[in-house]
């Protein structure tokens, strides 16, 4: 019995031993360690030739944007006015017109029928008139020598006023005729770019139907939401930063409205910001507008001095007469500033970077240990970088 439990207490020391035994092994306890001195001397090589750029402050004007839609400032929807089938679409969408071209023609045989029957009433008429007009004369001439009564003068006078109404009315009703004959030739009002065409050859087009749609492209306004505590900060005629698409530059736009009343379900107000922009902007565009704040001071660096290595952002200080490398913490990419990006931490004003960004490729040899905040981090590793010096 005793035998037995002495058998069974060295298993599980030998169990313990074991597992004690991988653990020290999985913490890296039997891999050969690098000295502090030795990483020191591989991760700082002399500076000497290197051109170096400082760390700078520099003060930037702080923005929030608001976003919104580019839409035309002049747009127009060409109707028709007659009912009549479509007999030509002289245009397709994306097509740029100028005024005056046509659009469309419509069926004008029935509209030219009544512009030829209105024509005949206004002959009839005249003709009615001018024998009004001669018996009135005729009746006149005999009234002042007796030989009609007063009756017969006022009745005569009555019948030439009666043909000159008919007259006027078969004279309008002509120029309505050609009118409407005038409208089944559709013409552009703009020049611009149509963007809906509603109907084609062999449809009815009905009075008050919108048979395309078109606007001028040079001249297109950004639409856009903004908070009320912004909208405060906003006047007409002021001047902000439009951006319209990623790969275009900033535009520079002129406020021309701010809506006031806000929308019930957001609290916003919209503002419309126009001004000339780069060609290739199209209505319905998703926009930026780019509002100020206040400044601010930063520190900024070149972004090209910077190495990514995984996750961590890498740059070269010199210190001391040698090249130390180090972590930081980079913010925004300001290239409207010089591509320069925001540094958060890691880097104090004046300090000296070297230009240009590392060498990642890895190297044979023990591997150095990177600092953070010019502190050493423990656990990360990676390939030491030796800077040569220039003579």
Known sequence: ?????????????????????????LMGAFHAKVKPHAATAEQLAPAAGLSTVPVKKITILETETATGTVRPIYESAVGSKVMEKVLE??????????????????????LKSDVGRAQAALDSA????????????????????????????????????????????????????????????????MDGIIIDKKVNVGDTAAPGEVLLTLYDPQRMQLVARVRESLAQRLKVGQQLDVQVSSDKPLCHGTVTE?????????????????????PGVYAGTFGRLRIPLDTQDVLVIPATSVTHIGQLDMVRVVVDGKVDRRAVRLGRNLPEQGNVVEVLSGLSEGEKLVEGAMATTPSSGPASNPTVHGQPKSGLTMPPTTEAAHE
């Open 1 to 25: 019995m005793k035998r037995a439990w002495s058998k069974r207490v060295g298993q599980v020391v030998l169990l313990v031993v074991v597992v004690v035994g991988l653990m020290l092994w």
């Open 258 to 278: 701010i809506v006031p009343e806000a929308e019930s379900a957001s609290r916003t107000f919209s503002v419309k910001v126009s001004g000339p922009c780069e």
């Open 89 to 110: 679409v002289n245009v397709k969408a994306g097509q740029a017109v100028h005024k005056g071209d046509v659009l469309i023609r419509l069926d004008d045989k029935s």
């Open 126 to 189: 005249k003709a009615n008139r001018d024998r009004a007009k001669s018996e009135l004369d005729a009746t006149a001439k005999a009234f002042k020598v007796e030989a009609s009564s007063k009756i017969d003068l006022e009745r005569a006078d009555n019948a030439y006023k009666s043909a000159e109404a008919d007259v006027q009315r078969a004279e309008e009703a002509l120029n309505s005729a050609r009118i409407a004959l005038d409208y089944s030739v559709v013409c552009s009002p």
